[in-house]
């Protein structure tokens, strides 16, 4: 394609408008938004004023931009994890190509018709799998690819996900129910489940799991609590307290971060005034044990590979960072890695360690350690080329998916061993 690729996004929430939308104005000679749909007119406002779309071309639902004529090269899917794939679908008969945020869908079935699509309709439909194009992990797997520990034995791994991250999302947010959205093995997860198959260079053959819901949930509100932070007699002593976390913690409080996530999905350019108002009635302000959150607070995944490969990750809410961490074994020699202080640990047996500064000021410059980017980047230059096949398509996506909604199988079966291949063959017929 030749000039700047056009776009459409469709959900103008934090990951369409305030992630990858800025790519526009960064990247003029790459990318031009033409249209945009959220039912909220505040962020359709702000599409207009930020990037100078057309009022006819802001559309207050996905089906109403859908129904318009192909209006763009590309379309940027971002609305909530249910509707994905029902957006794809139509966004490939029209002729879009496709940028899918992740999750792909909750359901398997969902997943491999629009992988079958996608096959059909030979268009690009790249998932926003971000970590693959961090500098963090294309140098891991590098390293492992290119034999640096031998041939590669066991993986460990954990996310850690951070008591103020978790709260913000999977309890008074978003990605708090199942039902409306996916498991959080999979909406938070199916990133590192998509890095242990792609280090692995081979199919999961089975997968085992455990985890539940266990502290944010009614039976452990401190007495007296109510169901709103706004009034409630015991926020002093919470640490959960709403107006600390979005005012003044470190992590994601306003007056540390600035008007920047968490705080404006709280509110759309916040302001002090505005947060609070949003905190006094908005899903935000309420109570983190008297909320309608089902998802699980920690879980952990055992994976067998092909050739004998295995691997264990845990996620937790109860961390006070929000970071990876990663151990591979192979052979020769073992490397660990540290996403938060962006190192690698090499260590072949026998020889002096080497350690790897992957340079944090350059990862902090874009969202996921530099993977919005890099994810972005790809995604123009893919299109902008004629291809169709990304480091993170479709038929790579999928395998992810497989791997996180087994183990979410598992975990709701009290642990019970499920082999993957029975498992997509299942969800097939």
Not at 157 to 177: C, D, K, Q, T
Not at 274 to 299: I, M, S, W
Not at 324 to 350: C, S, W, Y
């Amino acid at each position: 394609m030749a000039g700047p690729i056009t776009v459409a996004i469709c959900g103008c929430g934090s990951r369409g408008l305030d992630a990858y939308a800025p790519y526009a104005a960064a990247h003029p000679d790459r990318m031009k938004i033409m249209a945009g749909a959220d039912p909220r007119p505040e962020r359709l406002e702000k599409l207009r004023n930020t990037y100078g779309v057309a009022e006819d071309m802001c559309f207050p639902s996905d089906e109403a931009m859908l129904a318009q004529p192909k209006l763009a090269d590309a379309m940027i899917i971002s609305t909530l994890d249910s509707t994905h794939v029902r957006n794809a679908l139509a966004a490939l008969d029209k002729g879009y190509h496709i940028l899918l945020e992740k999750p792909i869908s909750a359901d398997l079935g969902e997943c491999l018709a629009l992988r079958e699509k996608a096959r059909e309709t030979g268009r690009a439909v790249v998932v926003c799998h971000v970590l693959r194009y961090t500098g963090f992990y294309s140098t891991l797997q590098a390293l492992v690819s290119g034999g640096g520990i031998g041939r590669l034995q066991t993986i460990q791994a954990s996310e850690n996900i951070g008591w103020w991250h978790f709260a913000h999302s999977f309890v008074r947010g978003n990605w708090r129910r199942q039902d409306e959205t996916s498991p959080m093995i999979l909406q938070k997860c199916c990133h590192d489940m998509d890095i242990f198959r792609w280090l692995a260079g081979r199919k999961c053959l089975a997968v085992q799991s455990f985890g539940s819901l266990d502290f944010f949930k009614a039976e452990n509100a401190p007495a007296g609590a109510a169901d709103r932070c706004c009034g409630c007699p015991v926020r002093d002593g919470c640490i959960y307290d709403a107006y600390k976390v979005y005012f003044s913690d470190p992590h994601c409080g306003i007056e540390h971060i600035g008007p920047q996530w968490p705080v404006d999905v709280v509110a759309t350019d916040p302001t002090p005034e505005k947060l609070r108002a949003a905190l006094e009635t908005g899903p935000y302000g309420r109570c983190v044990f008297r909320c309608d959150n089902d998802v699980a607070d920690h879980q952990t995944v055992s994976m067998l590979f092909e050739g004998g490969l295995t691997a264990s990750f845990t996620a937790s809410a109860f961390t006070e960072d929000c970071h990876r961490t990663i151990k591979l074994t192979g052979t020769k020699g073992e490397i660990e890695g540290d996403m938060a202080r962006n190192t690698l640990v090499v260590r072949p047996f026998g020889q002096p360690e080497r350690v790897i500064d992957l340079d944090k000021q350059t990862a902090a410059a874009s969202g996921h350690g530099g993977g919005d980017l890099g994810l972005l980047d790809g995604f123009f230059v893919l299109l902008a080329s004629g291809g169709t096949e990304a480091l993170t398509g479709i038929e790579a996506s999928v395998e992810s998916h497989v791997m996180a909604l087994a183990a979410e199988r598992s975990r709701r079966t009290g642990g019970a061993l499920v082999t993957l291949a029975g498992f997509e063959k299942e969800a097939a017929d």
